[in-house]
């Protein structure tokens, strides 16, 4: 019976199918949390080794059982070459080799597809801008189902067996980090208080969270802005603010448009008591 080296000192492969692993490409659909998300270096199985390209690679936990309720994985390309960009950041940047290389990925590409979905279902996609890049997606959770590919220019939608390629799309947002299923934190302040009875009565929002007001959500702007908030920013500024005030990504948005609103911001500044000067809240 052919044996292995002592010196190569390897373990037999578990024969129990419980300590199978699943395969690379996961169930068809399932709600998951996001273990880690991040930009790799890909090639496509040893396929394009010598000119390799960027995905985003999203290491997922099933939350409905799905997939035997083992962990997969989940590759995005994104149409840039590693030869064009360095990752930066724990993976959550991308960042030109040169000034004549890449500035910018393709719209086209199946993360690109995957985003605007997310997009669809709510998700400020700008807030893959910050400071921690893509990996701001841990302990997020979707619903992901895999869909043909679209039909692209000089790409083919099969596979060499004649199978059709896929990719995940979003179904729907469950959860953003530090959010409950239910769209909603788990902790977090309250809204500001309620304006002087001598001041004008604050605007309500028209989304799902009626307790918290626009004023509230520009008194926590200018909060978090030290007092100034420019109304040229005001859309971002008071998403970022109505976050902290423990409202869902798809309720934030709604209400950061509405106080963007002239007639909503300027019944906000008058009832916090607050000035405009030079196109920017003072408070």
């Known amino acids: 019976m052919p044996s292995l080296p002592d010196s190569m000192n390897l373990q037999p492969i578990s024969n129990d199918v419980d300590d199978f692993s699943s395969p690379a490409f996961g169930p068809e659909q399932a709600d998951v949390k996001v273990l880690s998300c991040e930009y790799i270096s890909f090639d496509y199985k040893g396929t394009i080794k010598d000119d390799p390209i960027v995905a985003v690679q999203m290491n997922c936990e099933p939350t409905d059982g799905s997939n035997d309720s083992k962990n997969f994985t989940i590759e995005w390309p994104t149409g840039a070459k590693m030869s ?5 950041d724990g993976g959550g940047q991308l960042v030109p080799k040169s000034t004549s290389t890449r500035k910018d ?5 199946n993360w690109a ?6 997009k669809d279902c ?7 801008n910050g400071d921690s890049g893509i990996n701001c997606l841990k302990d997020a959770e979707f619903t992901f189902k895999q869909v043909p590919q679209p039909t692209r220019e000089g790409l083919s939608t099969k596979t060499d067996k004649g199978f059709d390629k896929k990719y995940y799309t979003c179904l729907k947002i469950l959860a953003m980090p530090g959010e409950t ?11 500001a208080p309620a304006a002087s009875s001598q001041a004008a009565p604050a605007a309500a929002s028209s989304n799902g969270n009626s307790s918290i007001t626009h004023a509230a959500v520009i008194q926590q702007a200018l909060k ?5 908030l420019p109304i040229a920013t005001i859309k971002d500024a008071c998403f970022h603010a109505a976050k902290a005030l423990g409202m869902s990504v798809k309720d934030a948005f709604a209400i950061s448009k509405e106080c963007a609103e002239e007639n909503n911001y ?7 008591k607050l000035d405009i000067q030079d196109n920017t809240i003072i408070g």
């Open 181 to 191: 299923k239910k769209g909603r934190k788990a902790a977090g302040p309250k809204a």
């Open 105 to 109: 990925l393709h719209n086209n590409s």
């Open 266 to 272: 300027l019944e906000a500044v008058n009832a916090n």
């Open 84 to 88: 064009e960009v360095a990752i930066m």
């Open 224 to 228: 978090t802005g030290g007092g100034v």
């Open 113 to 118: 597809l995957c985003l605007k979905s997310m």
């Open 122 to 128: 709510g998700f400020d996609t700008r807030l893959l």
